[in-house]
C-alpha cells in the first residue's frame, strides 16, 4: 500500500506582516495628524495677550523747554534769551561771588570766567554811559568800592520771541536797587571790579 505524498504547506507569512505593518502605520499616521491638528487648533483658539498701553510720557518740565525769555512762575529758564546762542544750561553767579573771587585770586578768577558765557545776578547801582558811548550796568557787590561792570550790546533783547530794543530803551526799563541779571562773557577786571562784555539784560533774575 503506497501511501500519498504530502504537499508541503506554505505560511504566508510576510503577507500577513506586511499587511499588519501598513495597519499599524495608517493609525500611528493618524494619531499624529489628529495631534497636530489638535495642537494647532488649540494654539489659535488661545488669545493673545493685550499689548500693554504705552504710557505716553508727557513732556518734562525741562529748563530748556519753552519760548525763550519767557518768565514760569515769575523766573526766567536759565538759557539764553537770544535767539542766536543754543538752549544749553547757562552757568549762573551772584555778583558778590565774581568780585570776591577776584579779590582773592585775580589768575584763578580769570581762568574760571574770562571768555565764558554766563548769567550774573545782583542788584542794579545803576546803568551809565560812557564817554565811547559804551553804555554800563553797574552790579551792587558786598564791597561797596566795587561793581560788576556789565557792557551792554546797542541792540537788547526787549521781549518774548526775541523782540528786540536799542540798550537806551532796555536800560530805561532797570533802576536803581532793582534785582536784575545780565548774561555775558567774562572779560576779566579793571581796578579790582569784574568787567562783562556783550551783555544783554534779562527779564529778570532766577
Excluded at 38 to 66: C, F, K, R, W, Y
Amino acid at each position: 500500500m503506497r501511501l500519498a505524498a504530502r504537499r508541503p504547506i506554505f505560511i504566508a507569512g510576510n503577507p500577513v506582516l506586511n499587511r499588519t505593518q501598513q495597519i499599524l502605520i495608517a493609525i500611528v499616521a493618524l494619531a499624529v495628524l489628529a495631534m497636530l491638528w489638535l495642537t494647532g487648533n488649540h494654539e489659535e483658539q488661545q488669545v493673545e495677550p493685550a499689548a500693554e498701553p504705552v504710557a505716553q510720557a508727557s513732556p518734562a518740565s525741562e529748563p530748556n523747554s519753552g519760548a525763550r525769555g519767557v518768565p514760569k512762575n515769575g523766573t526766567l529758564d536759565p538759557i539764553s534769551i537770544d535767539p542766536k546762542r543754543t538752549t544749553d544750561i547757562l552757568p549762573q553767579y551772584q555778583a558778590d561771588t565774581l568780585v570776591d573771587d577776584y579779590q582773592e585770586n585775580a589768575g584763578a578768577a580769570d581762568d574760571r570766567y574770562r571768555g565764558k558765557y554766563f548769567i550774573v545776578e545782583g542788584v542794579a547801582s545803576g546803568v551809565r554811559r560812557e564817554a565811547n558811548d559804551s553804555v554800563f550796568l553797574d552790579i551792587r557787590s558786598n564791597s561797596p568800592a566795587l561793581v560788576v561792570r556789565a557792557k551792554l550790546l546797542p541792540i537788547q533783547i526787549c521781549g518774548p520771541a526775541g523782540r528786540t530794543c536799542e540798550v537806551e530803551a532796555r536800560g530805561t526799563m532797570v533802576r536803581r536797587g532793582q534785582k536784575v541779571a545780565v548774561e555775558c562773557t567774562g572779560a576779566g577786571q579793571v581796578d579790582g571790579s569784574p568787567v562783562l562784555e556783550g551783555c544783554l539784560v534779562r527779564g529778570g533774575a532766577n
